[in-house]
């Protein structure tokens, strides 16, 4: 039995081996970075004309700034995790609230935002990372370069929009150890 096995495995290779010689590979030619996507929504009372959805981060993000203008800066839940960038820095988020209501089209999507303090300039007031992906049913077509949002509006689709090179394309969330943190503090 053991030597019709081996035998098997013999056909296997040299077959795998001629089909491989047979076809020449397909080479497929490099394009450019799609880049992310901006929405239109509203956050609580404001109105956001440019809220990041990137696929690339594990949680919504807003800044404490945006947080303050909002009201919730004095509700946040302590953090229980700590965010991890693409450079593999990670920092202690300020809290997070959850539950918030974001509104976009005629669609109310709970959503929970971690705040971080971060500089006013960086023109990102909102990031909506795969939780929200997943909760609102998105479907990112890169070829087409464009995503739907199935469970808000099939009926219309948002284009790529290629984003400066200064902007970090993956944030993760990390669970502390010990959970329990009595106050704020960054980890550079």
Request: glycine letters at 6%.
């Amino acid at each position: 039995m053991l030597a019709n096995s081996d035998k098997v495995s013999e056909v296997l290779q040299e077959s795998t081996h001629q089909f491989n010689l047979l076809t020449s590979p397909t080479f497929l030619p490099k394009v450019k970075d799609q880049g992310k996507f901006t929405l239109p929504c509203t956050l609580g009372h404001l109105e956001i004309d440019n809220a990041l959805v990137d696929s690339g981060a594990s949680i919504n993000l807003i800044s404490l700034s945006m947080a303050e203008k909002l009201g919730i800066a004095g509700a946040l839940q302590r953090p229980t995790t700590s965010i991890i960038f693409g450079d593999a820095t990670t920092k202690s988020p300020l809290g997070v609230f959850k539950n918030y209501h974001l509104k976009i089209g005629e669609c109310i999507i709970q959503t929970d935002l971690t705040v971080m303090e971060m500089e006013e300039e960086k023109d990102l007031p909102l990031l909506l990372g795969t939780p929200f992906l997943s909760t609102v049913g998105a479907s990112i077509d890169f070829h087409k370069q464009e995503v739907i949002l199935h469970k808000v509006n099939s009926l219309v689709s948002y284009r790529l929009q290629p984003r400066g090179s200064d902007f970090c394309a993956t944030i993760d969330s990390n669970e502390v150890k010990g959970a329990s943190v009595s106050s704020p503090h960054y980890h550079p």
